[in-house]
T-cell receptor
């Protein structure tokens, strides 16, 4: 596609439920990143994919968070047993390759845990 | 790891004036410095970037300067317009296998008429 696409754009879930957030990167981009942006805050790195593997998962806050990428394209971020502190905008970005090349962001998924 | 500090947190300028946002970074190995503009309800949009082998880069009304010795870089917007109002983030990329971006905390720019 023309840009990074994320779905859903908004998600409201009850505390304790699992959620899946989807990212479709720009076609041909091998690197994919997930970031989290809490209200009024900067962007917090979560995980980075190169192809289907994740060389850096250092930003995942807890073992409730996991992500996968299949076919070197679509990525899914899963949050299990959601907590209220998980409420944030989850942003996905992709780049042609990871070595300092420009990263382009999607519009984000706003997650609200009630 | 890398730490990026950004100032000011808010900036108000009159239309037509210039705006300057400054960032410092801690990792001397960082070699890529992008700037993003984020409008309300949207994802960050890349507006300009600079690599460590360049001291300055311009794109129309926007320019970025980099001082590697002092480990700081700045965004300059000239002839500001109301549509420049947004939150601006600087970032730095540390070398290594991940090349993840470390972001500053953002500057909310308000351009008033």
């Amino acid at each position: 596609g023309a840009g990074v696409s994320q779905s859903p754009s908004n998600k409201v879930t009850e505390k304790g439920k699992d959620v899946e957030l989807r990212c479709d990167p720009i076609s041909g981009h091998t690197a994919l990143y997930w970031y989290r942006q809490s209200l009024g805050q900067g962007l917090e790195f979560l995980i980075y994919f190169q192809g289907n593997s994740a060389p850096d998962k250092s930003g995942l806050p807890s073992d409730r968070f996991s992500a996968e990428r299949t076919g070197g394209s679509v990525s899914t971020l899963t949050i299990q047993r959601t907590q209220q502190e998980d409420s944030a905008v989850y942003l996905c970005a992709s780049s042609l390759d990871p070595v300092g090349i420009r990263a382009f962001f999607g519009q984000g998924t706003r997650l609200t845990v009630v | 790891g890398e730490n990026v500090e950004q100032h000011p947190s808010t900036l108000s300028v009159q239309e037509g004036d210039s705006a300057v946002i400054k960032c410092t970074y801690s990792d001397s190995a960082s070699n890529y410095f992008p700037w993003y503009k984020q409008e309300l309800g949207k994802g960050p949009q890349l507006i300009i970037d600079i690599r460590s082998n360049v001291g300055e880069k311009k794109d129309q009304r926007i320019a970025v300067t980099l001082n590697k010795t002092a480990k700081h870089f700045s965004l300059h917007i000239t002839e500001t317009q109301p549509e420049d109002s947004a939150v601006y983030f600087c970032a730095a990329s540390s070398t290594g296998t991940a090349s993840k971006l470390t972001f500053g905390t953002g500057t909310r720019l308000q351009v008033t008429l």
